[in-house]
Nanobody, 124 residues
Framework: QVQLVESGGGSVQAGGSLRLSCEAY????????MGWFRQAPGKEREGVAS???????TYYADFVKGRFTIAQDNAKNLYLQMNSLKPEDTAMYYC??????????????????WGQGTKVTVSS
């Protein structure tokens, strides 16, 4: 089994930065895709960014391109550097993972392991 533990959420003013971290526990192996999702109150959970272990392949949703950076360290640690934060980035952020030969499309059903979430609040 794989467990994911997030940290790093908090409150910040618009234009500020936060860095989220996620650590994976358990057997990981070589074919491991990790990503970040977010869910705002009353909205669907949406994919933010993903990273595939053992390659430089990354994916970003259009609404974070140029502002967020995803990084994966040793296939077990995932980070999300969030800059130029906007009030609309306010959400619960979830770390997610799946064993796959490539990162799948970022839908909730395609990712099998989930963290408990960390809250990000951006005030105007």
């Amino acid at each position: 089994q794989v467990q994911l533990v997030e940290s790093g959420g908090g409150s910040v003013q618009a234009g500020g930065s936060l860095r989220l971290s996620c650590e994976a526990y358990g057997y990981i192996g070589s074919y491991f895709c990790m990503g970040w999702f977010r869910q705002a109150p009353g909205k669907e959970r949406e994919g933010v960014a993903s990273s595939y272990s053992g390659s430089t392949s990354t994916y970003y949703a259009d609404f974070v391109k140029g502002r967020f950076t995803i990084a994966q360290d040793n296939a077990k640690n995932l980070y999300l550097q969030m800059n130029s934060l906007k009030p609309e980035d306010t959400a619960m952020y979830y770390c997610a993972a799946v064993f796959a030969v490539n990162c799948p499309v970022m839908t909730r059903s395609n990712y099998h392991y989930w963290g408990q979430g960390t809250k990000v609040t951006v005030s105007s």
